[in-house]
């Protein structure tokens, strides 16, 4: 890329920063820089002021988008951005392919221009342009109105949306376009998912949501009118109508019109029990029907919400960190930010839901105590007390001041040690003895604090840099007896993020699907969507 182009864009990239936090403060507009002169610009071509001015009257544009433009002219004093006096910029066809892609995938036309883009087609024709063309002042105000809308739109979030009364307490990400677009100018254009000021996993559900896209456009596959149990060795005709179902979710490599219950069935059947989150047992029922048949458009809409729910969240960190996702029961340790391990969690009931929010890990406590929380100690000691005067001794209790503790030890209800990462929700990790409720496939069973189904596994891996903590002494900690706090300290803490999604892709390129447990998917889907009969392809839009 020509190197005038490419200070060009990295001057729109810098200016839109600037233009931005100016506006998260006060909205004020930028002053001019009037050192830029015809001798000393990136382009010959300028704007006239009278025709920022016109046409932000004219196009009735809001406060913000007055004043990013304004703010970004003024700091090029009002010299083109996206056209040169031989022709249009090389990044313009990019951002027309960027935002051509945001529309399709997110069924939001509020970005559709037809008028610009004919105008940019038939600039592209000339074989100069000059500064008080029409066509050309107006192209190049219309594009970048266009890029602060598109990058608003395609990785800050649904504005309509208020987080916190979603019981969603992650920080939003904050969106650095400038980041972006340097990087589109240094890789000019190539491998975008790579850089997109988004989480990965973004990407990666978007691309499933247009697979579906496309599977719709045939007519919804058929549905298995049954609840019939089949296994390995059946024959029956409804196989024919159940493979055909199977391998058009990806589930079923080959088609396959033969009514056999064969070994690829089952392992197909498993794979799909894989991403519903069921047991992996080969075998049809009620339950697996019901997943199986669930509409392709209502699958698309549950992959639309949480595509929003990734768009809230930052960039994965490079460190290490762990990711409890609530509806999928499970705990996601990272090192360096690659997978290091996964394990099964218990969260809270419904009743008792488990916030979603981030924090960080920097304590350890073995053989704790269990202060019990007040709403417990009315609900479930006091009238335990005073139906039997040894309640406490029985639960290896005792008083503590005014309240109730359960003493350290195996049957301690958070079993042999706990992790702390301070927080306002009193929310924490800790091992249990009931060990049981691993073994359900829907584990919403506590009061809200999450529990570990390998609590020591997890110790061993926070400590892993501390050579005096051997395995030994870990376990030694665990059954003493004695309470002991143990505090992470620098680069040994680790970030902490409590989610809900009900729908990602996996390591292997899975795509998974999870119940809406409390009820989340439910309430965004009012937000997102409205009127339930809306038409899915109309998701997101603002």
């Not at 029409?134 to 608003?152: C, G, H, K, P, S």
């Not at 000021?197 to 990666?204: K, T």
């Not at 916030?355 to 006091?382: A, R």
Request: charged share 25%; glycine share 4%.
């Amino acid at each position: 890329m020509h190197m005038k182009k490419i200070a060009l864009f990295m001057a729109l990239a810098i200016a839109g920063a600037a233009c931005r936090q100016a506006s998260e403060k006060k909205k004020e507009i930028a002053v001019r820089d009037t050192t830029i002169t015809v001798e000393n610009s990136f382009t010959e071509l300028f704007i006239d002021t009278t025709a920022l001015a016109s046409y932000i009257t004219g196009h009735a544009l809001d406060d913000s988008l007055n004043v990013k433009l304004r703010s970004f002219y003024n700091h090029r004093n009002y010299q083109y951005a996206w056209f040169f006096p031989d022709g249009v910029a090389e990044f313009v066809p990019i951002f027309q392919s960027l935002r051509n892609d945001y529309i399709h995938y997110s069924g939001d036309s509020s970005l559709y221009n037809p008028s610009l883009d004919k105008a940019i087609d038939s600039l592209a024709q000339l074989k100069k342009i000059n500064p008080d063309n029409a066509l050309a002042v107006n192209a190049e105000l219309a594009l970048t109105e266009q890029f602060f809308r598109y990058t608003d739109l395609a990785y800050s979030g649904d504005h309509r949306i208020n987080t916190q009364e979603l019981n969603w307490f992650i920080p939003r990400r904050k969106l650095n376009p400038e980041v972006f677009l340097d990087s589109l100018l240094k890789n000019k254009g190539q491998n975008v998912a790579a850089y997109e000021p988004v989480n990965r996993h973004y990407n990666l559900l978007k691309e499933k949501v247009l697979q579906y896209y496309a599977l719709t456009k045939a007519g919804e596959p058929d549905t298995v009118a049954t609840s019939k149990k089949f296994r390995e060795g059946d024959r029956d005709t409804l196989l024919i109508t159940l493979k055909t179902r199977l391998h058009l979710l990806g589930d079923l490599p080959e088609p396959d019109s033969t009514p056999i219950f064969d070994t690829t069935l089952t392992n197909a059947v498993r794979h799909f029990q894989q991403r519903v989150g069921q047991k992996q047992t080969g075998m049809t029922g009620s339950a697996f029907f019901k997943e199986l048949n669930v509409p392709v458009a209502s699958r698309i809409r549950q992959m639309l919400i949480n595509m929003e729910r990734i768009r809230w969240m930052p960039a994965a960190p490079p460190t290490d960190y762990i990711l409890v996702n609530i509806p999928e029961f499970t705990l996601h340790a990272y090192e360096q930010g690659k997978l290091s391990f996964d394990m099964a969690v218990v969260v809270g009931s419904e009743a008792n839901s488990t916030v979603i929010f981030s924090g960080t890990l920097n304590q350890i406590v073995f053989s704790p105590y269990w202060n019990v929380p007040t709403s417990i100690l009315k609900k479930e000691v006091l009238p335990g007390i005073k139906k039997n005067p040894n309640y406490l001794a029985r639960h290896n209790m005792e008083w503590n001041g005014g309240s109730v503790r359960q003493k350290p030890g195996k049957s301690n209800s958070l079993g042999l040690v706990k992790f702390l990462f301070p927080n306002s929700y009193s929310i924490y990790f800790h091992d249990t003895p009931s060990k049981s409720l691993f073994n359900e496939s829907q584990r919403a069973f506590s009061h809200g604090c999450i529990r570990l189904s390998e609590p020591r596994k997890l110790a061993e891996w926070l400590l892993r840099r501390d050579s005096t903590w051997t395995s030994e002494k870990i376990s030694a900690a665990m059954h003493a007896g004695k309470e002991k706090y143990v505090r992470l300290r620098g680069k040994n803490e680790v970030a902490v993020f409590i989610g809900y999604f009900t729908s990602w892709v996996d390591q292997h390129g899975n795509l998974q699907f999870r119940k809406d447990v409390y009820g989340h998917d439910r309430r965004m889907e009012e937000r997102l969507f409205g009127n339930a009969e809306m038409p899915v392809a109309q998701a997101i839009v603002r």
